[in-house]
């Protein structure tokens, strides 16, 4: 089974351009999530869809934003860049259900390296 | 989700028992124990998870504490490859898919 690919893997903007990067999940998981690493703060959540719905959100401004498709597919876009959104971005999909169940692992693909200058 | 607390770094001989300490003492009883590793560059590799019961597969065995508040990531034979940061995550609930990482314990395997 294939895992989780992002494309593009690496992409040089200037700031105040605009992103948008991709993540194909793993046949048949529905949830995707989406995180940033940077070398200060670590590897932090963005958002996470689940039937095309954000379910979950983290502590980034408005200029992060996504979207999920019918098929599990996702994107997340970044406005207005700015120099700090330099960073390493990691899809990740689980196969969680529905209903009352959890403890779902979550497959990360390799990234896509942001470079803004 | 509960705060996890980890070693900043560790050493292993090649071929010895790697045993990754994490304290989790405010773990709620819904939240389960993850343990995922990050080798350089690459993005993060589910190892394993746990919620009360110890746990074992093919990569690595997980001993929870009956009182849950720590636990203890084994590799039985450590290779050269295995040389990672290492990240335990407490994290639980249905539609709570976050992940919340720390900084992790940076292993390294010595030849």
């Known amino acids: 089974k294939a895992g989780v690919t992002q494309t593009p893997r690496y992409l040089i903007k200037t700031r105040g351009q605009q992103v948008t990067l991709s993540c194909s999940p793993i046949s048949g998981h529905r949830s995707v999530s989406w995180y940033q690493q940077t070398p200060g703060q670590g590897l932090q959540f963005l958002f996470e869809y689940f039937s095309e719905t954000q379910r979950n959100k983290g502590n980034f401004p408005g200029r992060f934003s996504g979207r999920q498709f019918s098929n599990s597919r996702s994107e997340m876009n970044v406005s207005t860049l700015e120099l700090g959104d330099s960073a390493l971005y990691l899809c990740?999909?689980?196969?969680?259900?529905?209903?009352?169940?959890?403890?779902?692992?979550?497959?990360f693909g390799p990234g896509t390296r942001l470079t803004v200058t | 989700d509960a705060k996890t607390t980890q070693p900043p770094s560790m050493d292993c001989a090649e071929g010895r028992a790697a045993n990754l300490p994490c304290n989790h003492s405010t773990i709620s009883g819904n939240e389960y124990v993850y343990w995922y590793r990050q080798i350089h560059s690459q993005g993060p590799q589910y190892i394993i998870h746990?919620?009360?019961n110890n746990e074992t597969n093919e990569m690595a065995s997980l001993i929870i504490t009956e009182d849950r508040k720590s636990s203890t990531l084994i590799l039985p034979h450590a290779t050269l490859r295995d040389t990672a940061v290492y990240y335990c995550?407490?994290?639980?609930?249905?539609?709570?898919?976050?992940?919340?990482f720390g900084t992790g314990t940076r292993l390294t395997i010595i030849p």
């Open positions: 990740a999909s689980s196969l969680v259900g529905t209903g009352a169940s959890w403890g779902y692992e979550q497959y």
């Open positions: 995550i407490a994290q639980g609930g249905f539609g709570n898919e976050k992940l919340t």
């Open positions: 746990g919620l009360k």
